[in-house]
């Protein structure tokens, strides 16, 4: 069975920064698209960004400020958020998928595993 484990979340002040990580624990599967989600109180789960070995993209909500990144040694991904904002507030979900994908198209390919989510919390 294949987990994906998110840890870096917490509580900031705007304007901060925070850096999330999501590392896989189990069997070894073809993770060859990693993203990352967003989910607020009373509302759906938003796509925030992904990547895979030729492009990054991320939801115009975060650009410039939020950059997904891959350590392939350790097979993490990151999101590094920078000037937070009190609406960034969510529970940060990373996904992972076999497919390929680009552009918003990553923001609806299947995801077959997925992480137990952090909480962000942005103060104002």
């Known amino acids: 069975q294949v987990q994906l484990v998110e840890s870096g979340g917490g509580l900031v002040q705007a304007g901060g920064s925070l850096r999330l990580s999501c590392a896989p624990s189990?069997?070894?599967?073809?993770?060859?698209?990693r993203a990352w989600f967003r989910q607020a109180p009373g509302k759906e789960r938003e796509f925030v960004a992904a990547m895979n070995t030729w492009m990054t993209y991320s939801a115009d909500s975060v650009k410039g400020r939020f950059t997904i990144s891959r350590d392939n040694a350790k097979n993490t991904v990151y999101l590094q958020m920078n000037s937070l904002k009190p609406e960034d507030t969510a529970v940060y979900y990373c996904a992972a998928s076999p497919s390929a994908c680009s552009g918003y198209g990553c923001a609806t390919v299947k995801y077959d595993y997925w992480g137990q989510g952090t909480q962000v919390t942005v103060s104002s």
């Open positions: 189990g069997r070894t599967v073809s993770m060859y698209t």
